[in-house]
């Protein structure tokens, strides 16, 4: 759960007129102005460490359930496939996270190959469920990618 800008700003507001309501209804002997600065600053000090909560929590559970990324090369894809297609089927098998297909530089058209990036603590076991699997009537070949090896 993420907190933005909306839900800070109307708990401050909620923080602000309680602080309002508690500092007016007591014996505390203040002018308007004072009881709302007192109210507003209650509010700043509030917002944010209930923020801090929220988002703490959220990221100490995305955390734990994290998994390494492995970069597939993935063949013999259709030419008629988009990057939204291939990780459509593939979110059937594994946790995607990003697809690229490449494309000739001069025509434009897609060469029938890519790359996928995905969620996985086992890449032998995803490269054993998707390897050869037919993917709009073509049979897909599944390997891990090969690391890029920079020529001087």
């Known amino acids: 759960m993420k907190v933005g800008f909306i839900q ?5 507001a909620i923080f ?4 309002y309501l ?3 209804s007591t014996g505390f002997n203040a002018s308007l102005p004072v009881t709302v600065a007192v109210s507003l600053l209650v509010s700043g000090i509030v917002t944010p460490w209930l923020a801090s909560l929220f988002s703490n929590s959220s990221s100490s559970s995305s955390v734990s359930s994290s998994k390494e990324t492995a970069t597939l090369y993935v063949g013999n894809l259709p030419y008629k ?4 297609a291939v990780k ?8 995607v996270q990003s ?6 530089r001069r025509t434009g058209k897609r060469k029938g190959y890519g790359f996928i990036e995905v969620l996985t603590s086992d890449v ?17 070949k599944v390997r891990a990618a090969k690391d890029k090896i ?3």
């Open 88 to 95: 459509e089927y593939f979110k059937n098998y594994i946790d």
């Open 81 to 84: 496939a988009n990057e939204e």
């Open 16 to 19: 602000a007129i309680a602080g």
């Open 124 to 140: 032998d076991t995803a490269i054993t469920k998707l390897n050869d699997k037919v993917f709009l009537e073509r049979t897909l």
């Open 22 to 24: 508690v500092f007016s």
């Open 150 to 152: 920079a020529v001087e």
């Open 99 to 104: 697809v690229r297909l490449m494309k000739d």
């Open 8 to 12: 800070c700003a109307l708990i401050s």
